[in-house]
């Protein structure tokens, strides 16, 4: 693995950790995730740096497998370009469904 690939799998691996730290400040709960807006733009600004990263890594090494590459890409777009019709029940769909098998990604991906 090139070293600038392994950089975004540690920064994507790092934001993941950071994620289930706002997960924890809202006891995992939706309703104390959407009446907080700045935890809100938090985890909306850590899945775009998680989108940016993912485009990175496919573009240096497009043969990496991870599974949901152009949906994660394509949710960054989304959340810098059409930041109006993000929901915070999508996000939080996202943060409990997505990012745990994005987490085992990496993890396989970083032990090769």
Same mark, same amino acid.
């Given at each position: 693995?090139?070293?600038? #690939?392994?950089?975004? *799998?540690?920064?994507?691996? $790092?934001?993941?950790?950071? *994620? &289930? =730290? ?5 006891? @995992?709960?939706? %309703? @104390?995730?959407? @009446?907080?807006?700045?935890?809100? /733009?938090?985890?909306? /600004?850590? =899945? &775009?740096?998680?989108? &940016?990263?993912?485009?990175? #890594? ?12 152009? @949906? ?5 777009? *989304? ?5 109006? $019709? ?8 996202? *943060? %409990? ?7 085992? &990604? ?7």
């Amino acid at each position: 693995m090139q070293p600038k #690939v392994l950089k975004y *799998i540690l920064d994507i691996e $790092s934001i993941i950790a950071e *994620i &289930e =730290l706002v997960k924890s400040k809202t006891q @995992n709960d939706f %309703q @104390n995730f959407k @009446n907080d807006i700045i935890l809100q /733009r938090a985890i909306e /600004r850590h =899945l &775009e740096i998680i989108g &940016e990263a993912v485009r990175k #890594v496919v573009d240096l090494e497009p043969t990496i497998p991870i599974t949901s590459a152009r @949906n994660i890409i394509g949710l960054r777009n *989304i959340i810098s370009h059409a930041y109006d $019709s993000v929901e915070p029940e999508m996000i939080w769909g996202i *943060i %409990q469904k997505d990012i745990p098998l994005l987490a085992q &990604e990496i993890t396989r991906i970083k032990n090769q």
